[in-house]
Every structure is written in structure tokens, then in C-alpha cells.
């Protein structure tokens, strides 16, 4: 499944934004992987944030990941960084993007 997902970061935090990501422990991305997700890209404009991800199931994904401590962590600093933070609810689900056309 195909997920976009949509946040901004702080117009001051942009530099630690991009260095947090640049360091993302090994457990936390181990987890993702785990939990189904094939490929997560975020790309910046400005301050907005846009990610794609290519998961399994984004529900089960978000149910796996919210209980580890390596995300909760996670969330929290990306929190401190963040105008618009995506919650990882589970209504994030009906992000999912249908394939209208491919060249």
C-alpha cells in the first residue's frame, strides 16, 4: 500500500530536522522494516514535508510501532522539531494513494 503523509517542521529547527534524520538509531529503522514498511522518502520544501511510504499495512504498521520505546523516543524529539506533527493514528490510513496513472 501506498501512503502519503504531510508535516512541517519548525522554519528554526529545519537544520536539526535534517541532522536527527540523518542519525536515526538502527533499532528504529530495524523496527519500521519489521513492522512492513518497504520504503519510507521524506522530501522538504520550504517547511513542508512530504512522505511516501510503500508499507504492507499502515494500520498494523502504526499499531506495532507505538508500543517501542525506540519510537516513542523517536516521536517525541520529531515533536520539538515539528509545526504539523503526524500523530501515527490510525486514521492516517485513508492516506492511502490509489494508482491513477503511471508513465
Known sequence: MRVALHTRVRA????????????????????????GVREWTIWRSGTDL?????????????????????????QARMAELLDVVHDYSAEGADASLPLVWQL
Open 50 to 74: 512530504f512522505h511516501a511510504l510503500e508499507v504492507d499495512d499502515y494500520r498494523s504498521m502504526i499499531a506495532e510501532l507505538e508500543k517501542l520505546p525506540v519510537n516513542i523516543a523517536w
Open 12 to 35: 528554526d529547527r529545519v537544520e536539526e530536522y535534517e541532522a536527527a534524520h540523518r542519525e536515526v538509531p538502527d533499532e528504529l529503522t530495524a523496527a519500521i522494516r519489521s513492522a
